[in-house]
């Protein structure tokens, strides 16, 4: 009797074993793309000297190996929480552009996200109208499904691997601490620079004006656009959440801003995504980003 009770519990014993080695071989053998990317990689550090040399785009194609067509990346082995969209009006800053794709893809590979840079440009000698710019892209990179949608001025360089590009929050306002303005939050109620939005949280809002051309304005509407519909906006820390602003002549001032932000508060149901009216853009597929194309 006593041989049989020792032959069962070793059967028991080897029958776990059995088990729980064939649950490990089934956890091993799971695809890896089913397992969500960490929100940081080991290789991230919280204070990396950007990098200000003018690199041309031959150079950043040859390192950014990781690069699909369009400016696209795919993180290898894992899952991306987001389908994350930067999106980058521009008009005749070649210098610019170069020094934050330099900066922008390196930062966003090492962060393990799905995205695509699209670069969103007036091809016209109108004013520049980057409210429009911003609603355009946003509309044509709204049909590749992203999740995320980030507004990025061309002049912003990233100083920290910590400033996630991804909407954990939304909608979130990333360059508080910009070095122009001694590393400082002007206003709170500020949400211009590089700025963090989920499609629902931006729809609400009907998106940016598509009024205020050339500089001032459209930053401070849009603020009224988060209060007007009972949002937050929500940032990182001072020392997380820090940007070079690059040199650059500035762009006519608009001199009406004042007088058109008197309305602001009300005007916003009226004026953005929902009455935004466009010649269909060209879309042309480079290696380092999607451009548009636009005439306004």
């Known amino acids: 009797m006593r041989e049989v009770t020792v032959i069962r519990r070793l059967v028991s014993t080897v029958a776990i074993f059995y088990i729980l080695g064939y649950t490990m071989v089934l956890l ?11 929100t940081y990689h080991q290789g991230s550090v919280l204070y990396p000297i ?16 990781w690069l699909g067509n369009g400016g ?5 082995g894992c899952r991306s929480k987001e389908r994350v969209a930067i999106l ?9 552009l170069r020094i934050l794709l330099s900066n922008l893809h390196p930062l966003l590979y090492r962060q393990g996200l799905e995205y695509r840079i699209y670069v969103i440009e007036q091809a016209d000698t109108k004013p520049f109208n980057k409210g429009m710019l911003y609603n355009i892209a946003f509309s044509e990179a709204k049909t590749d499904n992203h999740t995320c949608f980030v507004f990025h001025d061309v002049d912003l360089i990233p100083e920290n691997d910590q400033i996630v590009y991804n909407c954990v929050r939304s909608p979130m306002h990333r360059s508080r601490a910009i070095d122009s303005f ?24 009907n ?23 009972k949002l937050s906006i929500f940032r990182f820390r001072n020392n997380v959440a820090r940007y070079t602003m690059l040199k650059h002549k500035r762009t006519p001032v608009n001199t009406a ?28 597929n480079h290696q380092l980003y999607t ?6």
Do not use: H
């Not at 950007?50 to 190996?65: C, I, L, Q, W």
């Not at 980058?88 to 610019?96: A, L, T, V």
């Not at 940016?208 to 509407?221: I, P, R, T, Y």
């Not at 451009?291 to 306004?296: D, E, N, P």
């Open 28 to 38: 091993l053998a799971r695809p890896k793309e089913n397992l969500m990317c960490q």
């Open 50 to 65: 950007p990098n200000f040399a003018d690199t041309n785009e031959k150079d950043m194609v040859s390192r950014f190996t």
């Open 72 to 76: 696209y990346s795919l993180p290898y």
């Open 88 to 96: 980058i009006p521009y008009r005749d800053r070649e210098k610019q």
């Open 182 to 205: 001694n590393y400082r939050l002007p206003d709170r109620k500020l949400i211009g620079g590089v700025s963090m939005w989920k499609k629902e949280d931006f729809e609400k809002v």
């Open 207 to 229: 998106g940016w004006s598509n009024l205020f051309v050339n500089w001032g304005g459209e930053d401070d509407d849009m603020s009224y656009r988060i209060i007007m519909n």
């Open 257 to 284: 801003r004042y007088q058109m932000l008197m309305d602001s508060p009300w005007r916003f149901k009226v004026d953005g995504l929902s009455t935004l009216t466009y010649i269909p853009p060209t879309r042309e």
């Open 291 to 296: 451009r548009i194309l636009v005439r306004t």
